[in-house]
Nanobody, 121 residues
Framework: QVRLEESGGGSVQAGGSLRLSCTAS?????????MGWFRQPPGKEREGLAV???????FYADSVKGRFTISRDNAKNTLYLQMNSLKPEDSAMYYC??????????????WGQGTQVTVSS
């Protein structure tokens, strides 16, 4: 059974940085799966942020392009999200996702439990 566990969330002031990690287990081959990050602010819908393909190609939502960087370490079965120049509107629960495509939440088969990011002004 695939399990995704996020870490690295926390509280930061506007303009600061955080690095989220997601460790995957239960995979026969982590490297053969697309991975991504979503977020959900309180009272709002989930938003797809970044996707990384099996060949390392990356895709970003306009809201985070140029500020966030997604990467993966296949040897460690780990996904990362480096977040820079954080804004208060980036405050949300952040989710790691696996085995899917695009920025539609219903396209993704596996979800982590989430890690909270809070950005104060």
């Amino acid at each position: 059974q695939v399990r995704l566990e996020e870490s690295g969330g926390g509280s930061v002031q506007a303009g600061g940085s955080l690095r989220l990690s997601c460790t995957a287990s239960g995979y026969t081959s982590f490297r053969d799966n697309n991975m991504g990050w979503f977020r959900q602010p309180p009272g709002k819908e989930r938003e797809g942020l970044a996707v990384i393909g099996t060949s390392g190609q990356t895709f970003y939502a306009d809201s985070v392009k140029g500020r966030f960087t997604i990467s993966r370490d296949n040897a460690k079965n780990t996904l990362y999200l480096q977040m820079n120049s954080l804004k208060p509107e980036d405050s949300a629960m952040y989710y790691c996702v696996a085995d899917g495509t695009q920025f539609k939440s219903y396209n993704w088969n596996y979800w982590g439990q989430g890690t909270q990011v809070t950005v104060s002004s």
